[in-house]
């Protein structure tokens, strides 16, 4: 049974740092490229940052490129997100997905979400 666990989130002043994280179990780690999504209050599900499974490749939105950063440890079955410079609309509960294509089926699994909420 997979489980993917993130912890990490709490309340951060405007400018501040926070470091969420997301363990996984009862999945092959390294074949499944690991996701940052996050949802605001009444917003859609929007994604925030991506990491093949071997950590070469990263990919972030456009909103959140050159103050987060995501990084994995195969070894431990973990991604982590690095907040910096957070801003008030950072504010979201934060989800971290893992994904994987073999031919044409796709395999997703999500965490159950960890809140951050940047004050002004």
């Known amino acids: 049974q997979v489980q993917l666990v993130e912890s990490g989130g709490g309340l951060v002043q405007a400018g501040g740092s926070l470091r969420v994280s997301c363990a996984a179990t009862?999945?092959?780690?390294?074949?499944?490229?690991m996701n940052w999504f996050r949802q605001a209050p009444e917003k859609e599900r929007e994604f925030v940052a991506a990491?093949?499974?071997?950590?070469?490749?990263?990919t972030y939105a456009d909103s959140v490129k050159g103050r987060f950063t995501i990084s994995r440890d195969n070894a431990e079955n973990t991604v982590w997100l690095q907040m910096n410079s957070l801003k008030p609309e950072d504010t979201a509960v934060y989800y971290c997905?893992?994904?994987?294509?073999?031919?044409?089926?796709?395999?997703?699994?999500w965490g159950q979400g960890t809140q951050v909420t940047v004050s002004s």
């Open positions: 990491v093949t499974g071997s950590g070469g490749i990263t």
């Open positions: 009862g999945l092959t780690f390294i074949r499944y490229d």
């Open positions: 997905k893992a994904s994987r294509s073999v031919g044409t089926k796709l395999y997703d699994y």
